[in-house]
Structures are given as C-alpha cells and as structure tokens.
C-alpha cells in the first residue's frame, strides 16, 4: 500500500467516525489552562479565539464610553482667546484679571454682546476688547447700558459712541516708553507706559484728556464723560493689558486704575459665534448660537449618535434566518467523507481528525453498553474498562488523551480505536 493510501486512511475514518456518531462524544475532564483535549486546544488556546472575536467590539464599547467621559469633563479653566482674562499665554489677560480680583473687583467674562449687556449696568465698567466683530446694533447696545466703558483699540466704534475722540490712524511701530503729560490722575499713577498706536481729542471736544502722547501728539490713553455722565476710557494698545509686556513700565498701574474704578468688571472679549441679533427679543441684540438650542439638545445629540453606531453595527453584522436550500446534485456520503479526510489531511488537522475518530468511538462504544448520549466521559471510561478489562489509564489515553503530531501517530491511534471498539462490541 503506497504512502498516500496510508495516511489518508485515518482522515477519511475520522470523518465517517464523526457522520455516524450523530452527535460529540461526551464531555472529557475538566482542563486546566495547559490540558491538551482531543480538538488540539486548550484553555489558554480558546480564550485567546473568544479574545480575537470579541476585541472589536469591545473596543468601540471602550471607545465610546471614552469620549462620553471626555465630553462630561469639565471645560479648562484657560482659554487661547487673546486678552480673554484666563489666558495664561503672552497673549493673554490672565495677570490684570487676577489682580483685579485680589483687589476685590468682580471680574464676569463674557463672549457674547447678549451676557455683556446682562451683566454691565450702572456703578459697573465694561472693557470691550474689539470692535472688529461688532455691528452698530451690538455697539449702540454695549453703549446703552449705563456702564463705564473701557475701550481698546477701538476703530469705527468711537464716533458712534463720543464724539470727542478719533483714532488717529496711521502706522503703528513697535511700543515706545511715553511720559504722562497730562493731569489724569490715573495716567499720573502710571508715570511712564510702554505703548503704539494713538487717539486724538476731536476740535468738538471740551473736556476729553488725551495722556502718553507721541511725538505727533496722538495719546495711548484718553478719557472723556459722555452726555449721560459715563466714563468713556480708550487704551490703544492692546499690550497694556497683556501677559507679556503688563510689567513694563507703569502698564500695570495704568490697566488695573483703568478697569478698576467700580467695583464690577465685565470683561467682554467679542467671538464669531455671537449672532448679535435676536429674533425672539426686543432689544435687538441676542447670544451665540448654541444659545438658541433648548438645554436638552446636547445630551439628546450625543444619545442619537450613540443609537447610529449601535445600528450601524447590528445592521452590518446581522446575517438573517436560516433557509433551506435544495443542493443542485445529489453527492453520495462515501465521497463527502473521503472529500473531508482530504482537507484533513491537506491542512495538516491531526487535533480535529482525530477529535472525529474519538468522537466517533466514543458514541458507538456508550451506545452498546447502554450509556445515555449526555454521559460523562468518567461514565464512558469505566464502562469501555470493564467491558475490554483494559487499564482505566490505557482507555482515557485513547478516547481523551492529546491529539497527534503525525500521520503516522493518527494512523497508530485510528488502529487502537478500531480494536478497542472491536473489543467492546465482542467481548
């Protein structure tokens, strides 16, 4: 008999074993993580397949419950907003608003010409950093509201709201160490600031103080009193406030007398997001547009997008009902089986080859001594024992014990089944 014939022999055995026992053999002893059992697995070997299945999906449960505890954390206590009063960059107003806090000032940040009009008033002041993102609605609103206005580097704004004040447009060189020159006794603290930029008091004006002028007369510092008794300060530079250059010379003084006159500061730094215009109110002047969204848009959002995903995943991986189909031929069980001996053979399946040839005993051998099909494998053992008078050991070494490593080792154990089967049928 050539090679070939030898060793397919088993294969195409084990899975004629496997059609007739109609069912697995019963269960074998428990394994532990390093027990081999008659499929070639063990422990160690199965968890790790459960772990292959099921890693992509426990990984997008991972990822989502991540970005919901992402989203439910707090936002940071800074922000990159130039002049917003918790940037910490050189930027940024951080060092003016905490020491204006120290001092006692209540210092309420705003985005939004809606909160600032909210929250200025009379006995308050309102700096508003820009005016680049304003309408004239939003800056007669700012106007409006009673309150001391703060205003750095302001550009078409300052006609609409004095007219004793003008920007004096021109070049802006790097900031120059400017003296006082005038009798404000703010500017006086200050002595000496380090600024660019300028504004001019108008030929209309009376009583507006220009102070810090250049070599062109154009100041870095100005005030005036408007018609309804506010005070109107303009800063042009916007680095008297900063970070960075706040401890050159007197700027710190200049800024924190500028914006601490009241005992409220409402700090308004304009953002793109500010619609400006409300359609449901009267005044004009409305929030940004998140603002518009009922509180419960954001949860339900996020709730929605989670159901997607779950769909998504259901849907993609759902197979449908099992239905028969009629096969076009009609294939004979002696080819099935020698067809599937094959692929045992070609994939070199020693471990599954001859789970079917145990499998196959096993049921055959339980069946005619009168053991029931869900008998456990101590039961299967003790019976084949009794009834060959073969050691107990010798039995579970060949219905349970490891799977071959060769074509001749599964040809050996297909032999040693076939007589112990042998046995048990004619004792």
Same mark, same amino acid.
């Given at each position: 008999?050539?090679?070939?014939?030898?060793?397919?022999?088993?294969?195409?055995?084990?899975?004629?074993?496997? @059609?007739?026992?109609?069912?697995?053999?019963?269960?074998?002893?428990?394994?532990?993580?390093?027990?081999?059992?008659?499929?070639?697995?063990?422990?160690?070997?199965?968890?790790?397949?459960?772990?292959?299945?099921?890693?992509?999906?426990?990984?997008?449960?991972?990822?989502?419950?991540?970005?919901?505890?992402?989203?439910?954390?707090?936002?940071?206590?800074?922000?990159?907003?130039?002049?917003?009063?918790?940037?910490?960059?050189?930027?940024?107003?951080?060092?003016?608003?905490?020491?204006?806090?120290?001092?006692?000032?209540?210092?309420?940040?705003?985005?939004?010409?809606?909160?600032?009009?909210?929250?200025?008033?009379?006995?308050?002041?309102?700096?508003?950093?820009?005016?680049?993102?304003?309408?004239?609605?939003?800056?007669?609103?700012?106007?409006?509201?009673?309150?001391?206005?703060?205003?750095?580097?302001?550009?078409?704004?300052?006609?609409?709201?004095?007219?004793?004040?003008?920007?004096?447009?021109?070049?802006?060189? @790097?900031?120059?160490?400017?003296?006082?020159?005038?009798?404000?006794?703010?500017?006086?603290?200050?002595?000496?600031?380090?600024?660019?930029?300028?504004?001019?008091?108008?030929?209309?004006?009376?009583?507006?103080?220009?102070?810090?002028?250049?070599?062109?007369?154009?100041?870095?510092?100005?005030?005036?009193?408007?018609?309804?008794?506010?005070?109107?300060?303009?800063?042009?530079?916007?680095?008297?406030?900063?970070?960075?250059?706040?401890?050159?010379?007197?700027?710190?003084?200049?800024?924190?007398?500028?914006?601490?006159?009241?005992?409220?500061?409402?700090?308004?730094?304009?953002?793109?997001?500010?619609?400006?215009?409300?359609?449901?109110?009267?005044?004009?002047?409305?929030?940004?547009?998140?603002?518009?969204?009922?509180?419960?848009?954001?949860?339900?959002?996020?709730?929605?997008?989670?159901?997607?995903?779950?769909?998504?995943?259901?849907?993609?991986?759902?197979?449908?009902?099992?239905?028969?189909?009629?096969?076009?031929?009609?294939?004979?069980?002696?080819?099935?089986?020698?067809?599937? =001996?094959?692929?045992?053979?070609? =994939?070199?399946?020693? =471990?599954?080859?001859?789970?079917?040839?145990?499998?196959?005993?096993?049921?055959?051998?339980?069946?005619?001594?009168?053991?029931?099909?869900?008998?456990?494998?101590?039961?299967?053992?003790?019976?084949?024992?009794?009834?060959?008078?073969?050691?107990?050991?010798?039995?579970?070494?060949?219905?349970?014990?490891?799977?071959?490593?060769?074509?001749?080792?599964?040809?050996?154990?297909?032999?040693?089944?076939?007589?112990?089967?042998?046995?048990?049928?004619?004792?």
């Amino acid at each position: 008999m050539s090679t070939t014939s030898t060793t397919s022999a088993p294969t195409e055995a084990a899975s004629a074993g496997a @059609a007739s026992a109609g069912a697995a053999a019963p269960a074998g002893p428990p394994a532990d993580a390093g027990h081999v059992v008659g499929d070639g697995t063990t422990a160690r070997s199965r968890a790790a397949a459960r772990w292959r299945r099921a890693r992509f999906p426990l990984l997008v449960v991972a990822g989502l419950v991540l970005l919901g505890v992402l989203l439910s954390l707090p936002e940071p206590r800074t922000s990159p907003v130039p002049l917003a009063p918790d940037n910490v960059e050189e930027n940024g107003a951080r060092a003016v608003a905490e020491v204006l806090g120290d001092q006692g000032v209540d210092v309420t940040y705003a985005r939004t010409t809606a909160r600032a009009v909210a929250a200025a008033g009379p006995g308050t002041t309102l700096l508003v950093t820009s005016d680049v993102l304003l309408t004239d609605a939003q800056v007669d609103a700012v106007g409006g509201t009673g309150a001391d206005l703060v205003l750095v580097t302001p550009g078409f704004s300052l006609p609409l709201l004095t007219d004793a004040l003008e920007t004096a447009y021109g070049i802006s060189g @790097a900031p120059t160490p400017r003296e006082a020159a005038c009798a404000d006794p703010d500017a006086v603290a200050a002595g000496t600031v380090s600024a660019a930029g300028g504004v001019r008091a108008t030929a209309a004006s009376s009583d507006a103080v220009v102070c810090f002028p250049d070599a062109d007369g154009a100041g870095a510092y100005a005030t005036v009193t408007r018609p309804d008794g506010t005070r109107l300060t303009v800063l042009s530079d916007p680095s008297l406030l900063t970070n960075d250059a706040v401890l050159d010379e007197g700027n710190a003084a200049l800024a924190l007398r500028a914006l601490g006159r009241q005992a409220s500061l409402v700090w308004y730094v304009p953002s793109f997001d500010d619609l400006g215009v409300d359609p449901t109110g009267d005044d004009g002047v409305g929030g940004s547009p998140a603002e518009l969204l009922p509180p419960a848009a954001g949860p339900l959002a996020l709730q929605a997008l989670l159901v997607v995903v779950v769909a998504a995943l259901w849907r993609a991986r759902r197979t449908g009902r099992l239905v028969t189909e009629p096969l076009p031929v009609v294939v004979r069980a002696a080819e099935t089986v020698r067809g599937r =001996g094959r692929l045992y053979r070609r =994939g070199r399946s020693y =471990g599954r080859a001859a789970a079917a040839l145990r499998a196959g005993c096993a049921a055959r051998c339980g069946a005619r001594l009168g053991l029931p099909r869900a008998a456990p494998a101590p039961a299967v053992i003790d019976a084949v024992a009794r009834a060959t008078g073969r050691d107990r050991g010798v039995v579970e070494a060949l219905l349970y014990g490891p799977p071959p490593r060769g074509d001749a080792a599964l040809t050996r154990l297909a032999t040693d089944l076939d007589h112990l089967e042998s046995e048990v049928n004619h004792p």
